[in-house]
């Protein structure tokens, strides 16, 4: 489940960044401000890679993915690649726990 739910936080790591270059041209966004939700956001997406299989690792996953979604708000585009996104997070978490018990299982078949 960790790589495929960090390679969703990743891609998500470049789109926020692209997300900030097009917002920075609404002149009622100060680039201040742009930035400094972006560059948290950024942030927030990499420091996730790390904890996904911690507890709450997965909710703070989703927590993003609707800040993402909620971005759309400002720029636009952001709604569709926000939904996109959020089913992938949600096939890297479902696929990812099943990889996971069938490594499981394919280890315990091994022991025995």
Do not use: N
Request: proline share 3%.
């Amino acid at each position: 489940m960790r790589t495929l739910c960090s390679s969703t936080l990743i891609g998500e790591f470049f789109i926020i960044g692209f997300a900030g270059l097009v917002a920075m041209k609404d002149p009622d966004l100060s680039m201040t401000t742009v930035w400094t939700v972006c560059g948290i956001a950024m942030f927030l997406s990499v420091l996730l890679c790390g904890v996904v299989t911690r507890p709450g690792g997965v909710a703070l996953g989703w927590a993003l993915q609707i800040a993402l979604v909620a971005s759309g708000f400002f720029v636009p585009m952001m709604f569709v690649i926000g939904v996109l996104f959020a089913g992938l997070w949600w096939a890297s978490v479902h696929y990812g726990r099943k990889v996971e018990e069938a490594k499981a299982r394919f280890a315990a078949q091994a022991g025995t």
